[in-house]
């Protein structure tokens, strides 16, 4: 569950707080609740991604004055990446501009943070010992914490990301295995060898018009499994444009990939992480053929790294 705060400002200047909390999907809804804590007005939020604007429910306090006004603009802003076509104005230089060098310091994604590290390691860990992949390309990689783990370990890992500046961000031991890119325009191709592409934290970043071509490079690519920690409702994040259900991502996915569902997998990757509403681990398989079974699949949710 997600409790999100922000500063609201009254028309006479007085300073509250907006408080949002839940995230919990139904079908193609999430829900939340809000307070403001300024005149105590309150209610429900709901997020159908299907349509254009979120429905909010005024339950306390009054609704025709001005404040109120402020305060439903705000929270229709802070739900936009749930709606459909909410970011296709979004420009690809704007981006980039995102992710520069103090977002991914910000985001303890370069700067060896301990949490981070250990975090990267109970992924790794669990890739390892219930996937067992052989050549790993990491897809929005930042300083590619995940890339030096599986490297340390044996694996044929590198990485890639939207960073500019990834050659300075990086790690300098694998900075070598890291290349600058998007996921529509992967800088690897099939020749590479890869078997399996994971992507943490990367899908909610991704322009919704641009999910198609990203999972077309997928394919390209080979790769027999995509390994995603998917956010599903983390509106509160940075760069998070693209919030939708787990199943909105598995008819994306489809016909090319399937996540599996294979009983004795998600019980190990069950035991290897702890469980929330905020995401969730998906494995996709590639579809050899639309007879073909999917032979393994996590579809748990995992508690985020810190921001």
Same mark, same amino acid.
């Given at each position: 569950m997600i409790e999100a705060r922000y500063e609201f400002r009254g028309s006479d200047g007085a300073v509250g707080q907006l408080v949002v909390r839940g995230g919990l999907w139904? !079908?193609?809804e999430? @829900?939340?609740e809000f307070t403001e804590t300024l005149r105590g007005v309150s209610g429900v939020v709901r997020c159908d991604w299907r349509k254009d604007a979120p429905d909010i429910e005024v339950h306390v306090g009054i609704t025709d004055t001005v404040d109120s006004a402020a305060l439903i603009a705000q929270l229709a802003e802070l739900m936009r990446p749930f709606f459909a076509g909410a970011f296709a104005?979004?420009?690809?230089?704007?981006?980039r501009s995102l992710y520069a060098g103090d977002y991914h310091h910000s985001q303890n994604y370069a700067n060896n943070h301990p949490y981070e590290t250990a975090y990267k390691k109970r992924i790794v860990d669990a890739l390892l010992s219930i996937l067992g992949p052989r050549k790993v390309l990491d897809a929005?990689?930042?300083?590619?914490?995940v890339v030096r783990q599986l490297r340390e370990r044996g694996v044929d890992a590198w990485g890639f990301d939207l960073c500019s500046d990834l050659d300075v961000i !990086?790690?300098?031991? @694998?900075?070598?295995?890291?290349?600058?890119?998007?996921?529509?325009?992967?800088?690897?191709?099939?020749?590479?060898?890869?078997d399996t592409l994971v992507a943490l934290d990367v899908f909610e970043h991704i322009p919704e018009a641009d999910v198609p071509a990203m999972i077309d490079e997928f394919a390209r690519l080979g790769v027999k499994r995509v390994v995603a920690l998917i956010a599903l409702c983390e509106f509160q994040c940075a760069g998070h444009i693209t919030l939708r259900p787990l199943h909105w991502w598995d008819r994306r996915f489809a016909p090319r990939f399937r996540r599996c569902r294979e009983?004795?997998?998600m019980g190990a990757m069950a035991r290897a992480f702890e469980t929330s509403v905020d995401k969730y681990l998906a494995v996709y398989d590639l579809v050899e053929s639309e007879l073909a079974p999917a032979s393994c699949v996590a579809g748990l949710a995992v508690h985020p790294a810190p921001r």
């Open positions: 139904a !079908g193609d999430c @829900v939340f104005d979004v420009s690809r230089s704007e981006l929005g990689c930042s300083a590619g914490e !990086g790690y300098p031991e @694998v900075r070598d295995n890291l290349r600058q890119g998007k996921v529509t325009g992967i800088p690897f191709g099939p020749e590479d060898g890869f009983g004795e997998v």
